[in-house]
C-alpha cells in the first residue's frame, strides 16, 4: 500500500515503481495506493505520519510492515516476497515416483529451473491452486525426473495427469497472470472427489477465443460477476489478427482490471446460428464487436470503429474509465443455439 499526497514531492517516483510492480506481480500481490489528503483518517489510523510511506500488510498472523528500502519494483517485491509461503515439494531420484503416484486424480504442476531456491510466482501459484493442484520443482541435478519428463531446456513448467498420454507444456511468458490462465483451464475441468470433467467435453475452455452459445455462455462469461464480456460477432471463426487482439488487450488492461473491478473476456458468436442474439444489440454487424455486461440488468455497448487493437483499446480505456456510454436490453436476452 503506497500511501501519499498530492504535493509530497516524492510520490510520483514511487506511484511509477508501484505501476510496474502492479504490472509485472500482478495477481501475486493486491497493489494499492491511498491518498491521504482524501483518505485523511484512514491515513491516521494507518499511523502514516508522513508521505509517501511504503506499509506491506502480509496474510494473517504475520504484522504489518513498513517498508524503507530502495523504491524499485524489484526491491519492494524482494521484501514483499518473504511473506509468500507456498507449498511446493522439492521432487528428487527417490521421491518423485510416489509424489506423482500419490493422490492420482489431481493435476500436478512441475516447474524444471537451474536456480536455487523456489520462485515467488511458483509458490503464490501453489497458493492460488492449493485445493486443486499440487505443486513440485526439479533441477538438473534430479536427473531421473528430468529423463522421465524428457525435459531439454530450463526452465520449463509442465502439468501432469495421471489419465493423459503426455504432459501438457506451459509454453508462455513467465508471469503470474498468463500461468494462471493457463492452469486455471485444467483445474476448472477437475473435480474433487476423483472425477474428472475433461476438455473434450468442453472445448471451448481450451480455445484462445470460444464461441459463444447456451453449453458455453455460463463457462466464459455469463457466470463471472462484474465481467466485460467481448463478443466478435462473426460468421466464422475469428481471424488470426482477432484473435491475437483478444490476447493482447485484456493483458494491456491487466493493472487496472484489479482496481476497477472488471474482467475482460473475449468470445465469438456465430451469427449465422444467433442472429436472434445478435440482433438486440443494435446497430452491430458482421464482423462487429460488442461489450456486454452481463446480470439482472443486461448493458451493451456496440463498437463502431475498426477491429484494431488501438480502437478497441480505447473504447475499453473509457469503459474502465466509467465514461462507456451503455444501451439497456429490455426484456432479457434471447436465448442463445444449443449445440447438443
Given at each position: ?27 501475486v ?6 491518498d ?13 505520519r ?13 504484522p504489518i ?43 500436478k ?22 485445493t ?26 509442465l ?42 467435453s ?11 452459445f ?15 464480456c467481448?463478443?466478435y ?13 483478444a490476447?493482447?488487450?485484456p493483458?494491456?488492461?491487466k ?9 475482460i ?32 440488468r443486461?448493458?451493451?455497448i ?10 478497441i483499446?480505447?473504447v475499453?480505456?473509457?469503459?474502465m ?20
Amino acid at each position: 500500500m503506497h500511501f501519499f499526497r498530492q504535493y509530497d514531492g516524492k510520490s510520483k517516483k514511487v506511484a511509477d515503481e508501484f505501476v510496474k510492480l502492479s504490472e509485472e506481480w500482478q495477481g501475486v500481490y493486491v497493489v494499492a495506493a491511498v491518498d491521504c489528503d482524501i483518505y485523511e483518517g484512514l491515513c491516521e489510523k494507518e499511523d502514516v505520519r508522513e508521505t509517501p510511506m511504503i506499509k506491506i500488510y502480509p496474510p494473517f498472523p504475520a504484522p504489518i510492515s513498513t517498508y524503507e528500502g530502495e523504491i524499485t519494483a524489484k526491491e519492494i517485491s524482494a521484501f514483499a516476497s518473504r511473506y509468500i509461503t507456498g507449498n511446493v515439494i522439492e521432487l528428487q531420484n527417490d521421491n518423485y515416483k510416489a509424489w506423482l503416484e500419490d493422490k492420482p486424480s489431481v493435476p500436478k504442476v512441475i516447474l524444471f529451473t537451474e536456480n536455487k531456491g523456489v520462485p515467488t510466482i511458483f509458490k503464490a501459484l501453489s497458493v492460488s491452486f492449493q485445493t486443486k493442484m499440487v505443486f513440485g520443482l526439479a533441477r538438473p541435478e534430479d536427473n531421473e525426473v528430468v529423463s522421465h519428463f524428457k525435459v531439454k531446456k530450463y526452465p520449463t513448467i509442465l502439468l501432469h495427469r495421471s489419465r493423459d498420454p503426455k504432459p501438457h507444456e506451459y509454453k508462455d511468458e513467465m508471469k503470474f497472470r498468463p500461468i494462471f490462465n493457463f492452469l486455471n483451464v485444467f483445474s476448472e475441468t477437475f473435480v474433487s472427489g476423483g472425477t474428472e470433467e475433461g476438455i473434450e467435453s468442453k472445448p471451448w475452455k481450451a480455445a484462445a477465443v470460444p464461441e459463444l452459445f447456451k453449453q458455453s455462455a455460463d463457462d466464459i462469461c455469463f457466470k463471472y460477476e462484474g465481467a466485460l464480456c467481448a463478443i466478435y460477432i462473426l460468421n466464422d471463426k475469428p481471424s488470426e489478427d482477432l484473435v491475437a487482439i483478444a490476447k493482447s488487450v485484456p493483458d494491456k488492461f491487466k493493472s487496472n482490471i484489479a482496481d476497477r473491478g472488471a474482467e475482460i473476456k473475449f468470445m465469438w458468436l456465430d451469427i449465422t446460428k444467433d442472429a436472434s442474439f445478435a440482433s438486440v444489440f443494435e446497430g452491430v454487424n458482421s464482423p462487429g464487436l460488442v461489450f456486454l455486461k452481463h446480470g439482472k440488468r443486461n448493458r451493451y455497448i456496440v463498437h463502431t470503429e475498426a477491429l484494431s487493437e488501438k480502437e478497441i483499446s480505447q473504447v475499453v480505456d473509457k469503459i474502465m474509465g466509467g465514461d462507456g456510454k451503455f444501451s439497456n436490453i429490455k426484456g432479457g436476452l434471447p436465448a442463445l443455439s444449443d449445440r447438443r
